[in-house]
């Protein structure tokens, strides 16, 4: 072996959150633990949001675990407890990365998942997740709100069936150790986290996180909260439910969020707040973090930064150190980005055609 190579194989490696902060999380039996080696994601600095916003703004880039999503936090406990309870089944309803992200889990945990989803509704990468990991498929002509209820009365009506929504508290318990990593990663939680608000499960589970945190003496504070819903489909700023919810962010494409309670609390106790912005700030805001700062995330998961963009531009921005949590990887959604852009009629093989091109182009 040489060097290099010793040194990689030496070198320490996560083996993801149950194994990290075990001592956080409730009890899991060794022999049913299923992990992809979810966590470990980057804090990327972002110098060019950090500009607009007059902070200095980190993106926490949840789209780099196994299955592209930070759902896998939470996953990799709901699905581990489940197999050690015995049971067979998992269901979830979905906009598309609980899906995905069960069927994963669920498939290494050896049980068997059922997805409920909204017809037509599930951005492309992940339908290809969930075919791929063999999941049952049940779309419903519906929205999510009525595949939560379905799933929901399945699990508590038929045997042997885990719910893994994050209305499993396992998922929430998993989905806190973001707050742990950030927190170590910067040596003190941010002044503030900007991240979507969908089902409201991820706020309600941050909160939980950097609240432990504090409580268990590792800091002196804990960040406001600064959820963003899609303008179409922001219950939580409406103060109701909203029956017909639209956006281009499919994946908050939700109106009636089951951790509502959690994520007013989180917003209340942490001084923050939840607000809307729209499809074009959330597609701006996308485009922006793809090109000035090379970080591809799904639309949903730019709602954070189009959120604090316009925070900035009516002066009301936090300051000091700012994260934002992109919530999924840009690759699952790749008609989004297709109905704006288009490659470019093939030229002939020819090397000045390619130079004169790159002559007009390259600025
Ligand atoms: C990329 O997959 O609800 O507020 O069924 O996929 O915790 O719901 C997805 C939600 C943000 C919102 N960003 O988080 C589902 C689902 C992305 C998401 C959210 C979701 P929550």
Redesign the pocket.
Known sequence: MSQAESSIAQAPQHRGVINRYRGWLPGIPDHAVATLGEGGTPLIEAPCVSEKVGASVHLKFEGLNPTA???DRGMTVALSRAAARGERLSI????????ASAAAYSARAGMTCFVVVPVGKIAMGKAVQILAHGARVVQIEGN?DDALRISQRAAAEMDDVALVN?VNPDRIEGQKTSAFEISESLGAPPEALAL????????TAYWRGFSEWRDAGYSEHAPRMLGFQAAGSAPLVEGHDVQNPETVAS??R?GA?A?KEGALAAMRESGGLIESVTDEEILDAQLLLAREEGVFC?P??AAGVAGLLKLAGEGRAPTGTVVSVL??HGL?DPDVILARNRLPDPLPADFDTVADYMRREGG
Do not use: D, Q, R
Not at 92 to 99: E, K, Q, V
Not at 196 to 203: E, L, Q, R, S, T
């Open positions: 999503s930070f759902k979830c309803a979905s906009t598309g990365n609980t899906a999510f994050s979507p608000v969908g089902n409201a499960g991820n706020i994946a908050i939700i969020p951790s799904e949903a998961s919530t999924g699952k």
